[in-house]
């Protein structure tokens, strides 16, 4: 089931009109997770930091530079297969992003998937993440 969904985002990954886009499905993997800046060791991240500092993509190996990245929304009906994926350029959403604002709740758990990070001209996919938005 996990392998039906990730592929689901994988097409939903590469259906963004007028973006410089990467089909991160042709990279090679790489094993190591990415993060967003002010979470917890729990994976847990204040629903206030996300509305002040938006999700920002961080990585362990500065030397690799962050193209792109998606991430899935909870669309709150609790069917398994309502969500929301959308494709954001560079490592950051901004804190004022409407779709961002719109989209999250506290006690939503959210996705990081499809993220192409670039070294040396060279581009790799790394594994989803994933985390919690609490009060």
């Given at each position: 089931m996990k392998i039906s969904i990730s592929i689901s985002l994988i097409l939903l990954s590469m259906i963004v009109?007028?973006?410089q886009v990467v089909d991160p499905s042709k990279l090679p993997f790489v094993l190591y997770k990415p993060?967003?800046?002010g979470i917890n060791s729990q994976n847990e991240i204040s629903i206030v930091?996300?509305?002040e500092q938006g999700l920002k993509v961080i990585l362990d190996d500065k030397t690799f530079k962050v193209v792109q990245f998606n991430v899935v929304?909870?669309?709150h009906s609790r069917s398994l297969f309502d969500f929301t994926a959308k494709r954001y350029l560079g490592d950051k959403v901004d804190a004022k992003d409407d779709f961002l604002r719109k989209?999250?709740?506290?006690g939503d758990l959210m996705?990081?998937?499809n993220?192409?990070?670039e070294k040396g001209g060279?581009?790799?996919r790394m594994k989803e993440f994933s985390f919690t938005v609490i009060n």
């Open positions: 009109v007028g973006q993060s967003i800046s930091m996300v509305f929304y909870d669309c989209r999250i709740l506290a996705d990081i998937v993220t192409v990070i060279v581009r790799y």
